[in-house]
């Protein structure tokens, strides 16, 4: 029985960082509460509202931006569209007034430090992730709701079901990997092809490109855009950005008037093995630096692992013919596949499952997409997926600070490197040869991350988060 159906569109959203699970999930669980509270018509009759934060929320919450994001959302803005270049005025004056525009329609007075509470010792039992909102009424009733933000920006109401896409008759129902085999066998289609046709039982096949185009915008002007940008990361630990100054190194420090112009000239700096492991660090480093500094990025399948995807893509773009837009669209299609899989057999949050559920599962998306865009069989992209996931088994999650920057950074470089060594693995391997399925390995990973100690699921409590000694200005 099936038990989520998943589009595209679901895997890959826009939005702006750092955090999936803890910025785009709590920013859109605050947009569903003020959906409520319009829907019982009581906006105008709220005098005040509050914010709980437990768990995961509230001991990494301010260094991800929970709190940022909570606020925008209960302001009626959305973050597909919101002016990122807006956000610290926007959140300072909330600040400063002590007012709060709840859905753009109604002002509530508003103090953070007594209306946005961090539970830093509570947890609620169903995800770590959980954030409930109380709206008191002139009545002097109360309205309450709790939510839990699951990875990858996807939001469960307290008592709902999870409901990814809008419930159809999917033409090829897939769990598992074996079952994505299963279809590709009877049918003879390629995985990004029995994707599309799912995808058509939501919505036309042009209106599925142009929304993946539009993904695809989105993607490459954050690479552009951190590939071009300088300075230091906000969030006190002063971490220098780094894609920049490795992209004018690369190019010879030449200016561009646009991202084609760009990619023409990352393409003629050569095929050699140095220069291209150089080019997919720098592609990976651009998007999470922009991630780090709330830029606009498309979860792939999380913010925290929002490079890897990029880069391998840019990687396929660059130097192995890849730019146009029919192999982009099958790459993304393929990729999102397999985060499916992951999320419907084990989880895609890394409060839930560590840095194995975000780094590793994008690193296996991106290792199937690049597989069949090379031309790999239905079998070797599956073997390739495996691949990169086996060798991010027990990834723990333990940011600085509770910041997404260190290691978080760096690790989209790691995976995006694996993911383009299992793509090369599986093509150059007869996959009847293997020895551990995909479907065996999303099991596994499941099971390590019952295993896995809470503090090392991005809690900041224990790994490099305690052994760094770092001084951050207060909040």
Not at 37 to 64: C, E, F, M, P, R
Not at 143 to 155: A, C, D, L, P, Q
Request: aromatic letters at 8%; hydrophobic letters at 40%.
């Amino acid at each position: 029985m099936q038990r989520e159906q998943i589009s595209v569109f679901d895997i890959f959203k826009i939005g702006i960082g750092p955090s999936s699970s803890h910025t785009l999930g709590p920013w859109r669980a605050a947009q569903q509460f003020v959906q409520i509270l319009n829907g019982q018509n009581a906006l105008v009759d709220v005098v005040q509202i509050k914010i709980l934060l437990y768990g995961s929320l509230a001991k990494t919450g301010k260094g991800h931006g929970t709190d940022i994001a909570i606020l925008l959302g209960l302001s009626g803005h959305d973050p597909v569209t919101f002016a990122v270049d807006r956000l610290d005025a926007t959140i300072e004056d909330i600040h400063t007034t002590h007012q709060l525009n709840v859905g753009g329609m109604h002002t509530v007075s508003f103090d953070s430090d007594d209306d946005l509470l961090f539970l830093y010792t509570q947890s609620l039992p169903y995800h770590p992730n959980a954030v409930t909102f109380q709206a008191f009424l002139s009545s002097g009733k109360a309205i309450t709701e709790t939510y839990y933000s699951i990875g990858g920006g996807f939001v469960v109401k307290e008592g709902a079901e999870s409901n990814c896409s809008t419930e159809v008759d999917l033409p090829f129902p897939i769990d598992t990997a074996n079952d994505l085999l299963h279809w590709c066998r009877k049918t003879g289609l390629k995985i990004s092809e029995v994707v599309m046709e799912n995808e058509l039982a939501w919505r036309t096949e042009s209106k599925t490109r142009e929304g993946v185009m539009q993904i695809f915008r989105v993607i490459r002007e954050c690479v552009y855009r951190g590939c071009h940008t300088t300075g230091y990361l906000p969030g006190g630990l002063n971490v220098a950005r780094r894609a920049a100054g490795l992209n004018r190194r690369l190019t010879g420090d030449r200016s561009y008037h646009n991202f084609n112009e760009w990619v023409d000239a990352v393409r003629a700096t050569g095929n050699g093995f140095q220069n291209i492991l150089d080019w997919v660090s720098c592609f990976a480093l651009s998007v999470n630096e922009e991630n780090a500094s709330f830029g606009r990025v498309v979860t792939a399948p999380t913010n925290g692992a929002a490079g890897v995807i990029p880069a391998v893509l840019m990687y396929f773009i660059a130097f192995c013919d890849g730019y146009s837009d029919d192999r982009i669209l099958q790459f993304i299609l393929t990729a999102s596949e397999v985060g499916s899989i992951f999320k419907k057999g084990a989880t895609i949050s890394a409060a839930m499952g560590g840095c194995q559920a975000e780094i590793g599962v994008s690193s296996a998306m991106a290792a199937a997409a690049l597989t069949e865009c090379l031309g790999g069989s239905q079998r070797q992209v599956l073997m390739a997926a495996e691949i990169a996931m086996e060798h991010h088994l027990g990834l723990t999650c333990d940011p600085i600070g509770g910041l997404v920057q260190v290691p978080c950074i760096e690790r989209n470089t790691m995976g995006a490197i694996k993911a383009i060594t299992a793509s090369q693995l599986a093509l150059q391997t007869n996959p009847d040869n293997a020895k551990v399925s995909l479907d065996a390995v999303v099991k596994t990973m499941w099971q390590t991350a019952l295993d896995m100690n809470s503090k090392y699921k991005e809690t900041s409590d224990g790994g490099l988060a305690i052994n760094i000694p770092i001084s951050l200005p207060e909040c």
